[in-house]
């Protein structure tokens, strides 16, 4: 029974550990290459938005002066994600703009199969500069079918400056019941037979 015990246990360490990031390039430290890119480009602190706090080597931006699109995103980017079950989807998201005028806002819409999960908007500023706005961080949970699709889109509305980014785009696996299961009753046994040996 102790070797059953020690075997799942095991079996359910590897599969809760072995859960993989499914995003490639998703920390943009170098440049955008896993990433269908439209309006928007790889940065590192360009123009000057602050590194971000997860790796600050680098992020996908889309910076413009008196730039803007009212019908719709400005810049996009999107990947195929593998995942058929439970996942969690995280990042961090940037958002900022100088203008006097608030209407000229930014921001930042994360959509997973088309559907907005997560996002960031700011008015526009005319005391502020790109420093002077901060990152957020945001963590969901989502649904894979198989192929699916993780899609951002970059918003700006003609200010003085925009400044808009992502970094640190994440999708790991969420483990199934039945290992979060195993792993619950190996280290349950484990801990019982280390109990016994003690006595």
Known sequence: MKKVLVVLAVLALATV???????????FNTDLSGWTASGVSWSNGSFGIPASPASGHGEVALVTSWGGDWGGPMGTIEQAIGLDGAGTLSG??????????????CGVNVL?????????????????????????PFSVEV?????????????AHFAEWTWVAADDLSVVPVPEPSSILALSTGLIGLAGFAIRRRK
């Open 112 to 136: 997973w199969n088309g559907q907005q999960v997560a996002t960031l908007w700011r008015n526009a500023d005319p005391n502020k500069w790109a420093s002077d706005f901060t990152w957020e």
């Open 143 to 155: 649904t894979g079918t198989g192929v699916n699709t993780l899609k951002l889109e970059f918003h």
């Open 17 to 27: 550990a072995g859960a993989q990031e499914l995003v490639v390039n998703g920390t």
């Open 92 to 105: 961090y998201l940037y958002a900022g703009a100088r203008a006097g005028d608030a209407w000229r806002n």
